[in-house]
Structure formats: structure tokens, C-alpha cells
């Protein structure tokens, strides 16, 4: 049992080594595109107040067409 044990870890380590050289290539290769938001934070509020505008708008003329 224990053999058994050790290859499933031996296995899954492999899969890390093959996981992780791929997850820092990918970082690399769009680095540009994750610059281009500085500040991710800022640019989620705008979207969200966007949406939300949107959204009272609707139940305005919703209200509206149905008084």
C-alpha cells in the first residue's frame, strides 16, 4: 500500500512540474495585456456603475409603462 502511496505522489509532483513552467509562460506571453489594467480595481467599479445605471434605467421605463 504504501508503494502506492508513493507513486500517486510521485505522479501528482510531475504534474506540478508540468503545470507550473506552463502557468509562468502564459504570465509572460500576455504580461503586456496585464499591464494594460494598472489598476483592475478601478476599472471593475466602472463597469459595475455602468451596469448599475443601466439597471435603474430599466426599472424607470418599467415604472413608467406600467402607472
Do not use: W
Request: aromatic residues 20%; charged residues 15%; glycine residues 2%.
Amino acid at each position: 500500500m504504501r508503494l502506492t502511496f508513493f507513486a500517486f505522489l510521485l505522479k501528482e509532483n510531475i504534474l506540478y512540474l508540468k503545470l507550473y513552467p506552463r502557468f509562468f509562460k502564459y504570465i509572460y506571453r500576455n504580461l503586456q495585456y496585464i499591464h494594460d489594467f494598472p489598476n483592475i480595481s478601478i476599472v471593475t467599479y466602472n463597469i459595475s456603475t455602468i451596469r448599475q445605471g443601466i439597471s435603474i434605467y430599466r426599472q424607470t421605463l418599467t415604472l413608467k409603462s406600467t402607472l
